[in-house]
């Protein structure tokens, strides 16, 4: 293996933590991470941690002009998420902002974190940006930056190669998220499952189309064209597909937080059962078949079996 990088004195947990983000294959145990079990003073990795924060935000505060002495002093340390952690609660008992944990462990919205998830906490605030972009919101971190990363002296750059694979990832000590990434990642839990839409019925309580009586509308109608393109709104597995006499052709997959994402009146099913999809991944195409009065999309959103309004939660 060889590093080389644009910081000097980067701890070996550092080198450790952006060659475990290169190499899946390693398990999070294999690698001897200081771990923290308890998020509390009685727990002596807690405390030396704590440490590490108060001293980094020391040399942040101090040296305007030098923040790669915190990055060059930058510990990581590992834990395992208990059932009512959130992140905003670790955010606030580490006194780390949430947007470098959520940056270091990949997490694209509050609702992906999960109990029982290994994460790795860093010691120093900032964002950390992967070489290889695996979503939508990682590339929206890099579109904000990248104009000015080659000329910037405030961020660590490190090449890495490993099984004979270099990549490189930056560190940028001391930012936060911007205004456009707060708001994504606090309110966008799910994407939009068409490009083009026309709203032609809500979430709530109308008169049913072929009845006329008042019924609870589950979901929301989205109409576009025959054969428009249809996308996962979040990461997820297909839990279902096929046809019903309501929903006509259907897909639902479930996503994390227990939540599951329904779409019906397909004209096309272009996905396959159990398999694994990624948010805006192509599943199908809308259509009109079922209990339908024309071509549209009929979307839902249901936690712990549930619907509830998806217009709250989906972004453009």
């Known amino acids: 293996m060889q590093v080389s990088g644009t910081g000097k004195g980067i701890s070996l947990a550092f080198f450790l933590l952006i060659i475990i983000n290169l190499c899946f294959s390693l398990p999070l145990s294999a690698l001897d991470y200081p771990e923290i079990r308890r998020l509390d003073p009685t727990d002596i990795g807690f405390r030396q941690f704590i440490k590490d924060v108060e001293a980094n935000r020391r040399r942040l505060a101090g040296a305007r002009a030098q923040p790669l002495q915190a990055a060059e002093n930058l510990t990581v340390y590992q834990y395992t998420t208990r059932q009512n952690d959130d992140i905003f609660f670790l955010a606030a008992r580490l006194n780390i902002p949430y947007s470098a944990l959520c940056s270091l462990n990949r997490l694209s919205s509050p609702a992906s974190l999960e109990a029982g998830m290994t994460i790795l906490l860093p010691s120093c605030p900032g964002i950390f940006l992967p070489s290889v972009i695996g979503s939508?919101?990682?590339a929206i971190i890099r579109a904000a930056r990248q104009n000015t990363d080659s000329a910037r002296t405030d961020s660590v750059e490190l090449r890495i190669n490993f099984s004979g694979r270099q990549e490189i990832w930056r560190f940028?000590?001391?930012?936060?998220?911007?205004?456009?990434?707060?708001?994504?990642?606090?309110?966008?839990?799910?994407?939009?499952?068409?490009r083009s839409y026309r709203l032609t019925s809500p979430y709530g309580m109308r008169n049913d189309p072929f009845t006329g009586?008042?019924?609870m509308h589950q979901g929301i109608d989205l109409a576009a064209p025959e054969g428009t393109e249809v996308f996962a709104v979040a990461?997820?597995?297909?839990?279902?597909?096929?046809?019903?006499?309501?929903?006509?052709?259907?897909i639902i997959i479930n996503h994390s937080n227990n939540i599951s994402s329904l779409y019906g009146h397909l004209q096309i099913i272009d996905t396959v059962l159990r398999s694994e999809v990624k948010s805006g991944n192509l599943i199908g195409r809308v259509g009109s078949t079922g209990l339908s009065t024309g071509p549209h999309l009929h979307f839902e959103l249901r936690?712990?079996?549930?619907?509830?309004?998806p217009a709250g939660r989906l972004r453009p």
């Open 136 to 138: 939508d919101f990682e």
């Open 172 to 194: 940028f000590p001391g930012e936060d998220f911007t205004p456009t990434e707060r708001t994504l990642f606090l309110h966008s839990g799910f994407r939009f499952p068409l």
């Open 213 to 215: 009586a008042l019924s």
């Open 235 to 250: 990461d997820g597995t297909v839990a279902s597909l096929g046809f019903d006499p309501i929903y006509g052709n259907y």
């Open 303 to 309: 936690q712990d079996g549930r619907a509830f309004d």
